[in-house]
């Protein structure tokens, strides 16, 4: 574990995202460097730390965000119009604005 003053509450959670990672396959040392970096940027988020970049503090949670990729999928839960016409600009295609969500959704390759 790094050596920082972190609280209990970090160190468990620090662990916690260290084996979740390593069972899913990361090694030993990206695995430590994914819990180290989420847990600092929580730290940042939550005014815990003396110094923060203004990405840590204006992005969006880590584990917000990993909650957000894991539920782009399709079915119930799949990614609105607006999400799929967003992907399909950053992505330059053709035709988007009067594409159905079907139809953007084979466009993207989905």
């Known amino acids: 574990m790094p050596q920082q003053a972190w609280s209990d509450k970090r160190e468990r959670q620090y662990e916690h995202i260290k084996d979740s ?3 899913r396959g990361a090694s030993t040392d990206r695995a430590e460097e994914i819990a180290a ?7 940042a ?3 815990e730390s003396r110094e923060a970049s203004r990405t840590s503090l204006q ?11 894991s539920g782009n999928r399709l079915g119930p ?11 399909a600009k ?5 035709g988007r604005s009067k594409m159905s969500k079907k139809e953007l959704q084979r466009a993207l390759g989905r």
């Open 21 to 23: 990672a390593e069972d």
């Open 59 to 69: 992005d969006m949670s880590p584990q917000r965000r990993g909650g957000i990729r």
């Open 37 to 43: 970096r989420t847990v600092n940027k929580n730290r």
């Open 90 to 94: 950053q992505r330059n295609v053709e």
């Open 45 to 47: 988020q939550a005014g």
């Open 77 to 87: 839960n799949s990614p609105t119009k607006d999400q799929l016409y967003n992907e």
